[in-house]
């Protein structure tokens, strides 16, 4: 194996344990579609629960690590791992304490320090547009999904 394989086998393990919610080792349908998002890849729902069953090759209805390498090493190129650490610097830059999630108060002081103050409207609409779990703060996942989104309508690319 090379050092660039090696190295992005690390990488998307790093990128496997942040989407694997419950930290059991394996990614559930919902998991995996939001992994797969994060490195640009926007299968249907569909497409997920195929990709499921062919990845899932011990046939327990999740997939492990390993199952998602066999999967996805052929196609995953240097520059998505690359955007993927983009993405999680800036969402680093917001997260202030750094406990992985951007609280509201987190959203309006790194706002307000680019010089794009909210007001409490603004900040309630963003806060809830981002938190599509309801859980009051801004995952990873969350802010991955809404930077592709955002991403996806500036270039006019239709958003389910």
């Known amino acids: 194996m090379s050092m660039l394989e ?6 998307l393990n790093d990128i496997f344990k942040r989407f694997d919610m419950d930290q059991d080792g394996s990614l559930t349908h919902l998991e995996l579609a939001a ?8 299968p ?5 629960y ?9 046939g327990n209805g999740y997939i492990e690590f390993d199952e998602l390498v066999h999967a996805i090493m052929p196609d995953l190129t240097e520059s998505v791992l690359i955007n993927q650490e983009q993405l999680l610097e800036v969402f680093r830059s917001f997260d202030r304490d ?11 002081g790194s706002m307000a320090k680019m010089g794009q103050p909210l007001t409490y409207r603004e900040l309630a609409s963003m806060m809830a547009e981002a ?11 969350e ?6 989104k955002s ?4 270039l006019g690319v239709k958003v389910a």
């Open 131 to 141: 938190d599509s779990n309801g859980d009051g703060v801004i995952s990873f996942n």
């Open 50 to 58: 195929a990709l499921l069953s062919n990845m899932d090759e011990n």
């Open 151 to 154: 991403a996806a309508e500036f």
């Open 6 to 11: 090696t190295d992005q086998i690390k990488q």
């Open 35 to 42: 992994l797969l998002r994060s490195l640009g890849i926007k």
């Open 44 to 48: 249907t729902g569909d497409e997920i």
């Open 98 to 108: 750094g406990n992985g999630y951007i609280t509201a108060s987190e959203l309006a």
């Open 143 to 148: 802010f991955a999904a809404l930077m592709a």
